[in-house]
């Protein structure tokens, strides 16, 4: 793990926001356990708090914590194209996740630096679409700062990723969303 990626989890572990390349697009990244990190998220973004958020992780294990069917779980592995699962949350998940659903949003990725923040931080991600709701994503560190008006604790620079959305599947009826 490089010096940046550990800057990153120190950051996270003590309740930042930070901005990271994810296996999609760049993303606003916070740890689940920090109620004050995932208002501000929240706040940067200008996103309806009803719409929810995803959970990024590199090992199904990290996501038990949030989902109701650990028999629906253990069928998540990565998948080519980035594929974001929608499963039956517990009760006491902070609405801040799940939004207006009695679903939670889950994305296990091979993602390396994802990986590295994950077992660093013993902890799924909380993530979001770097960018203010309605506008593109940031694709430089200008952008970022011009974008959040450098509110962020912690950047990494975007880097060479996937623009192409995730497709979304509700594991429990087995519909793509997207």
Do not use: W
């Not at 697009?25 to 995932?38: F, R, V």
């Not at 069917?69 to 902070?94: A, E, F, G, R």
């Not at 923040?117 to 960018?131: F, P, V, Y």
């Amino acid at each position: 793990m490089n010096f940046q990626t550990r800057l990153a989890a120190n950051t996270l572990n003590l309740g930042g926001v930070i901005s990271n390349p994810t296996d999609t697009i760049q993303g606003l990244t916070c740890l689940p356990k920090h109620t004050h990190a995932m208002q501000k998220m929240g706040r940067l973004k200008r996103r309806n708090p009803q719409k929810g958020l995803i959970l990024l992780a590199s090992e199904v294990h990290f996501f038990q914590p949030f989902v109701q069917d650990m028999d629906l779980l253990v069928q998540i592995t990565p998948q080519k194209q980035p594929t974001t699962y929608l499963l039956k949350t517990h009760k006491n998940v902070s609405a801040l996740i799940t939004g207006n659903f009695d679903t939670v949003a889950v994305r296990l990725t091979d993602n390396r630096l994802i990986a590295s923040l994950c077992e660093r931080c013993n902890s799924a991600l909380l993530s979001t679409s770097a960018n203010i709701t309605g506008r593109s994503a940031a694709t430089s560190i200008f952008e970022l700062n011009v974008a959040f008006k450098q509110e962020l604790d912690f950047i990494i620079a975007p880097q060479g990723y996937n623009t192409q959305a995730s497709q979304i599947i509700n594991l429990q009826t087995g519909e793509r969303l997207r």
